[in-house]
């Protein structure tokens, strides 16, 4: 049995996405970040700091999404979404997983600031404006780096779920039309079944209240 502990929308949908492109079975169970369900006793067992995803796989609790994809990918071989150890390739696949996750801890913190913060706190417009330009700094590297239609020059791997994540969320904080080959390459993974079949069963997000959060004035 395969439990994926996901929130709508967060870091949890790139597991959701690879466990629909491995086609495998698995149960969904449902959080999200406002309503306190991930500060439950049972939920902290699981994720002793209250983070999505947890993956229980095989009797075994997994969290961080980089580690989960990883492990899925070599546990289940055959779909080729991983180049194994010594392929030229390798290098590149490891490089883009953590890349993913500068992308996704610019966005927390985004998020943090001008999504999660009560008044009577407010954002610093200086944090948030050297942060924007900071996400703004790898989508423009990733730009100018994408030369085939996946990040990979052999074709599609799981290092393209772990970016297009956060490429998609980046969409709340800067003009996504300023990277054209980034959005024909979204255009290109938004069109896959997996893709499909994952955001069909992603759920409603309660995270962001706005299409658009520009930075605020100094
Ligand atoms: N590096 C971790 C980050 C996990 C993480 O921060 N997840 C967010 C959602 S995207 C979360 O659970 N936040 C809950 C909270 O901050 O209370 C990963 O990639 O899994």
């Known amino acids: 049995m395969i439990i994926l502990h996901h929130v709508p929308l967060a870091r949890s949908l790139r597991v959701l996405w690879l466990l629909e492109e491995l086609g495998l079975d698995y149960e969904l169970r449902y959080y999200s970040i406002r309503d306190g369900s991930m500060r439950s006793p049972e939920f902290l067992a699981l994720s002793p700091a209250g983070r999505v995803p947890v993956l229980e796989h095989e009797g075994a609790v997994w969290v961080e999404s980089a580690a989960i994809v990883q492990m899925l990918c070599e546990t289940y071989p055959d779909a080729g979404l991983?180049?194994?150890?010594?392929?030229?390739?390798?290098?590149?696949?490891?490089?883009?997983?953590?890349?993913?996750?500068?992308?996704?801890?610019?966005?927390?913190?985004?998020?943090?600031?001008?999504?999660?913060?009560?008044?009577?706190?407010?954002?610093?417009?200086?944090?948030?404006?050297?942060?924007?330009?900071?996400?703004?700094?790898?989508?423009?590297?990733m730009e100018a780096r994408l030369e085939g239609d996946h990040l990979l020059a052999s074709g599609f791997s799981a290092a393209d779920i772990m970016f297009v994540y956060g490429f998609e969320l980046a969409r709340y904080y800067v003009d996504l039309d300023a990277y054209p080959r980034l959005m024909a390459y979204w255009d290109r993974l938004r069109a896959r079944p997996g893709y499909q079949r994952a955001k069909a069963r992603d759920g409603e997000q309660d995270i962001y209240a706005q299409a658009f959060y520009p930075v605020p004035e100094e």
């Open 82 to 141: 991983m180049p194994p150890p010594g392929h030229p390739e390798r290098a590149r696949f490891m490089e883009m997983l953590s890349l993913s996750e500068t992308v996704g801890c610019l966005l927390e913190n985004l998020n943090l600031n001008q999504v999660f913060l009560r008044p009577p706190a407010r954002p610093s417009p200086t944090v948030v404006k050297l942060l924007n330009a900071r996400l703004r700094a790898v989508l423009a590297a």
